[in-house]
């Protein structure tokens, strides 16, 4: 995969992504406000998530490639109640993440969920996955403050590709008659999913390419990543082609 963010840029855009989810939790009625995207989710328990998965990914970090799990954050305060301390307690959480990843480097392995994925075990694609937690959890918590935004289209366009290869792209068979999938993004690229009994392989496509798919989605970058993320509903996109091949995708469960 080529044009994706570098490293830097990484870690400057989760500290934007980070600026941008305190300001919305800054600005919602209520810590117990419901966070529509989140069932049974207030706004506190999304800060919450947030501060001790950051907490828990910069110590996963820290650890290097000889951690086997990830890593639970040791002597982390109590989570504050208190509105104040509570954005200072995430904004903490976020410097420790950057913090480590900067220490680390892109290149240094790491702890990942991702074992047989297209995303390698490395800080950098850490980072990359981190970026989207931030980009899809700020736009949580901009709906719940009532003033949701889209993506930024820099974060959107890198996070349809890492959502594919991180978290669709696996070597498990796809249990089906083998299909492709394309997803075309407005701001003018496009990628394929295909599923064969060798896995889900993704791959960027060419502008030129004259190949159709058996089904496409079609929609803004941001657009393609909320949906990805089930925030906003499949039908959000312009689909074309076998809904069936759609369906199964979101019914399958990879081993």
């Given at each position: 995969?080529?044009?994706?963010?570098?490293f830097?840029?990484?870690?400057?855009?989760i500290?934007?992504?980070?600026?941008?989810?305190?300001?919305?939790?800054?600005?919602a009625?209520?810590?117990?406000?419901?966070?529509?995207?989140?069932?049974e989710?207030?706004?506190?328990?999304?800060?919450?998530?947030?501060?001790?998965?950051?907490r828990?990914?910069?110590?996963?970090?820290?650890?290097?490639?000889?951690?086997?799990?990830?890593?639970?954050?040791?002597?982390?305060?109590?989570?504050?109640?208190?509105r104040?301390?509570?954005?200072?307690?995430?904004?903490?959480?976020?410097?420790?993440?950057?913090?480590?990843?900067?220490?680390?480097?892109?290149?240094?392995?790491?702890?990942?969920?991702?074992?047989?994925?297209?995303?390698?075990?490395?800080?950098?694609?850490?980072?990359r996955?981190?970026?989207q937690?931030?980009?899809?959890?700020?736009?949580?918590?901009?709906?719940?403050?009532?003033?949701?935004?889209?993506?930024?289209e820099?974060?959107?366009?890198?996070?349809?590709?890492?959502?594919?290869?991180?978290?669709?792209?696996?070597?498990?068979?796809?249990?089906?008659?083998?299909?492709?999938?394309?997803?075309?993004?407005?701001e003018?690229?496009?990628?394929?999913?295909?599923?064969?009994?060798?896995?889900?392989?993704?791959?960027?496509?060419?502008?030129?390419?004259?190949?159709?798919?058996?089904?496409?989605?079609?929609?803004?970058?941001?657009?393609?990543?909320?949906?990805?993320?089930?925030?906003?509903?499949?039908?959000?996109?312009?689909?074309?082609?076998?809904?069936?091949?759609?369906?199964?995708?979101?019914a399958?469960?990879?081993?």
């Open positions: 995969m080529q044009e994706t963010l570098e830097p840029d990484l870690l400057r855009l500290d934007e992504r980070s600026t941008a989810f305190l300001a919305a939790v800054a600005a009625p209520s810590l117990d406000a419901m966070v529509p995207t989140c069932p989710w207030t706004l506190f328990d999304l800060v919450e998530h947030m501060g001790t998965g950051r828990s990914w910069a110590a996963t970090v820290a650890a290097g490639p000889r951690a086997t799990a990830k890593v639970e954050a040791e002597g982390a305060p109590a989570v504050p109640r208190e104040e301390a509570l954005l200072a307690w995430m904004a903490e959480s976020t410097r420790q993440l950057l913090d480590a990843l900067r220490e680390a480097g892109p290149d240094r392995g790491c702890w990942v969920w991702w074992g047989d994925s297209q995303s390698p075990a490395t800080c950098g694609a850490v980072a996955h981190q970026l937690q931030f980009a899809v959890h700020t736009y949580d918590a901009q709906l719940t403050a009532g003033d949701p935004r889209p993506l930024t820099d974060v959107a366009l890198d996070g349809v590709e890492e959502f594919l290869v991180t978290c669709c792209a696996t070597t498990s068979a796809w249990p089906h008659e083998p299909a492709t999938i394309d997803y075309h993004a407005t003018g690229r496009s990628w394929r999913v295909r599923l064969s009994a060798d896995g889900a392989r993704i791959a960027r496509l060419p502008a030129t390419t004259t190949d159709e798919a058996d089904a496409t989605g079609t929609g803004t970058a941001g657009e393609l990543v909320l949906a990805f993320y089930d925030r906003i509903p499949l039908d959000s996109l312009e689909l074309a082609g076998d809904r069936l091949v759609f369906d199964r995708i979101v399958w469960e990879p081993e």
